[in-house]
């Protein structure tokens, strides 16, 4: 790439217009197109002011190339790797560092490289390993800015495990804003900064609350699996899984009624009236529990509105519309047992 189509380049990650640069440089606007157009270069003199404009070296203003390709980083790191195990440190950094000059605005690149040589500086005796920390957290830095969304992510956790092992955790957690809300590891980290911080209430309640929502996705996940082996009529696996997911329900106290109920569908696809009539007397018993990890001592720092008598007798009489459907639980039509527990769910139910 010619330096005009640089410097087009950097001024527009930087938001800068033409008529800015030119501005700041004290050129006219048209001098600053015909650099971007290649019909004309810039004064000698210049190019330090522009490079430092830009956000970029001297090298990298002269010498930009094409960005690399995943393969090509791949292969560069490898090397960087196995030099490591060679060659001493300094000289390992110093060809790193004057290939990455080569490179200026490939963020994956500056990212990864700097993952490399930080990890052999937290595992080695390295003479002088605060000016390459420092060096290293600068490329960290950058690749803020100059990388993809992903390479961002990246450079901003290098950061945080930067400032952590620094205990420099107000820094540490300034970094967890580039993290979407979304993201489970950004609570787990914030967890982890409170802890760190004295915070122990506040600690406790953000990893609660990860234990709360992932039982909300393994839930899914397991929902998923069983409809594929019912799909595939594997029976056997459908019940193994069945088992597991309701294992996974007691193990993150979400109270009986949870656990029995999982196994409810598969009960009645396979027309087990013993089975379908224990699991519906287990949930008639627990109703009233329906919510028991409100008063679990597994998530006793989280904060909950209780459980209204209005809603349970909601959820009661949903319970007994579902049950009254024929072509789901017809099979049961005439059972004793069947019709005493749909009478004591029309009791539950106050109809």
């Known amino acids: 790439m010619e330096i005009g189509e640089v410097i087009r380049t950097y001024r527009k990650k930087k938001g800068i217009t033409q008529e800015e640069m030119a501005v700041r440089l004290g050129v006219s606007t ?18 330090a002011p522009i490079a430092r404009l830009l ?63 930080n ?35 990246g450079a901003a956790d290098s950061l945080f495990g ?9 820094k540490a ?4 804003a580039y993290v979407s809300d979304q993201n489970p590891e950004k609570k787990r980290k914030q967890a982890l900064i409170y802890s760190k911080t004295g915070r122990v ?5 953000a990893y609660e609350e990860l234990l709360f929502s992932a039982y909300g996705s393994l839930n899914m996940v397991f929902g998923g699996i069983y409809q594929l082996d019912t799909q595939q009529g594997d029976r056997q696996r459908a019940h193994m899984i ?11 106290d979400r109270g009986r009624y949870h656990e029995v109920f999982i196994g409810l569908e598969l009960a009645v696809a396979e027309k087990d009236v013993e089975t379908t009539i224990g699991i519906v007397e287990e949930m008639a018993a627990n109703a009233d529990d329906i919510c028991h ?54 009791m539950m139910a106050g109809n």
Not at 30 to 47: C, F, Q, R, T, Y
Not at 308 to 333: C, V
């Open 30 to 47: 048209p001098a600053v197109n015909k650099w971007e157009n290649g019909n004309s270069m810039p004064d000698i003199l210049l190019l």
């Open 55 to 117: 956000g970029i070296t001297v090298d990298g203003l002269l010498s930009f190339r094409e960005e690399l390709t995943q393969e090509e980083i791949n292969g560069f790191i490898c090397d960087v790797d196995v030099m490591l195990r060679k060659e001493p440190y300094e000289k390992v950094f110093e060809y790193a560092k004057k290939y990455l000059e080569e490179y200026p605005g490939c963020g994956k690149l500056l990212w990864q490289t700097a993952v490399v040589l």
């Open 119 to 153: 990890a052999r500086l937290l595992t080695d005796e390295i003479p002088d390993s605060g000016k390459y920390e420092e060096v290293i957290r600068e490329w960290y830095v950058r690749a803020l800015t100059e990388g993809d969304e992903d390479t961002r992510l």
């Open 162 to 170: 930067f400032w952590l092992r620094k205990e420099e955790y107000e």
């Open 173 to 176: 957690e300034s970094y967890l």
């Open 201 to 205: 209430k506040e600690a406790y309640r």
């Open 242 to 252: 069945v088992e597991k997911w309701s294992q996974t329900a007691k193990a993150l």
């Open 293 to 346: 990890y409100c008063v679990s001592p597994l998530y006793e720092h989280m904060a909950w509105k209780g459980v209204s008598e209005g809603f349970l007798g909601d959820i009661k009489k949903t319970l007994l519309f579902f049950f009254r459907d024929e072509k789901t639980f017809g099979f049961l039509k005439g059972d004793k047992r069947w019709q005493e527990l749909m009478e004591k769910f029309e």
